[in-house]
């Protein structure tokens, strides 16, 4: 019968189900040589998948198709199982339909085609207004400090990605227009503005880079060693301010990102206008950074769309 894991118990199944299961956890031990927690693993799902669709009067592995696998997910999802652990189930459902249609027990394997629900997205974190100035009162005049400084102000002061502040070049920034050329995701270009504390410590810094540049380096933001600045460095310079300046949570280049779009969505209410800020190519990425939920784009939509007010009087 194979190795079976500790609290596992064999329940009663119908032959059709059994044995081909006593077959496959034969295989993975003698012919794969799976380690034996990968073994339990596979036993325990397949278990309790067997037991699910006898539930469902389902006594024949033959009898199972794509409909039945959806049906296995589903009801993992109604038993409050995590989308990790639907995940890890049907995979190993996959793996032994593999070996069914291997033994030709089976023509094709039905949970080849299903997909396992996604495992949620957390949101990210923003910092309250408090919080960022607290962070940003960084009044140190040595060049690395002031370099710092623009380059927090500059992601919060337009909501710049990590990567593309690093790869800003002198030549992308206009102080007299007051905007930024970016190259964002997928080298698509966009002029974002910046004005205030941001614009002010840009230029700043740009006072000083000279004495830290290398004479042909063309990046905006430089190391210590005149080169452009790594986006491991921007972390590692982030996370210390926070430090530094007595910020309760950790921070890093995201959170100043997170915390520009939802502070302009919060005094704006304009959606459209945050997500061309931010670069996003379609409005549910923004709706996910910035904590909104569809019933209140649905009241936004009823209540400004000419289209949706039909009927009313």
Do not use: C
Not at 93 to 111: E, G, M, T, Y
Not at 116 to 143: C, G, H, I, T
Not at 209 to 237: C, H, M, P, W, Y
Request: hydrophobic share 40%; net charge positive; charged share 25%.
């Amino acid at each position: 019968m194979g190795i079976q894991p500790r609290g596992y118990r064999l329940s009663s199944l119908p032959t059709a189900l059994e044995k081909p299961l006593q077959f496959f956890y034969e295989y993975i031990r003698s012919e794969r040589e799976l380690s034996l927690h990968t073994q339990q693993n596979y036993k325990r799902q397949l278990s309790t998948i067997a037991e699910q669709l006898v539930s469902f009067e389902v006594t024949d592995w033959t009898m199972v198709d794509a409909g039945w696998v959806r049906q296995i997910a589903s009801k993992g999802m109604r038993d409050g199982l995590k989308a990790s652990s639907i995940s890890m189930r049907l995979s190993a459902l996959r793996s032994f339909f593999d070996f069914l249609v291997q033994k030709d027990i089976l023509k094709a394997n039905p949970a080849k085609g299903v997909a396992a629900p996604r495992k949620a997205r957390p949101l990210p974190k923003n910092l309250d207004v408090d919080e960022m100035d607290q962070l940003l009162s960084v009044n140190e005049d040595d060049p690395l400090s002031i370099r710092d400084r623009a380059m927090m102000e500059l992601m919060y002061g337009a909501g710049l990605r990590l990567a593309e502040l690093v790869s800003l070049n002198v030549r992308d920034i206009s102080l007299s227009k007051g905007d930024i050329r970016v190259i964002g995701k997928g080298d698509k270009e966009r002029i974002v503005p910046f004005a205030g504390l941001a614009r002010e410590w840009v230029a700043n810094w740009l006072k000083v880079r000279g004495a830290l540049a290398s004479g042909d380096e063309v990046g905006l933001f430089v190391s210590k060693l005149g080169t452009r600045i790594s986006t491991r460095n921007v972390q590692k310079r982030m996370a210390e301010w926070g430090q530094k300046q007595a910020v309760s949570s950790h921070i890093n280049p995201h959170k100043l990102r997170h915390s520009f779009a939802t502070h302009m969505l919060e005094s704006s209410g304009d959606l459209r206008a945050v997500q061309e800020l931010l670069g996003h190519a379609n409005l549910s990425t923004t709706q996910i950074y910035t904590h909104l939920d569809f019933q209140h784009l649905a009241k936004v939509y009823d209540e400004a769309h000419p289209r949706a007010k039909r009927g009313r009087r």
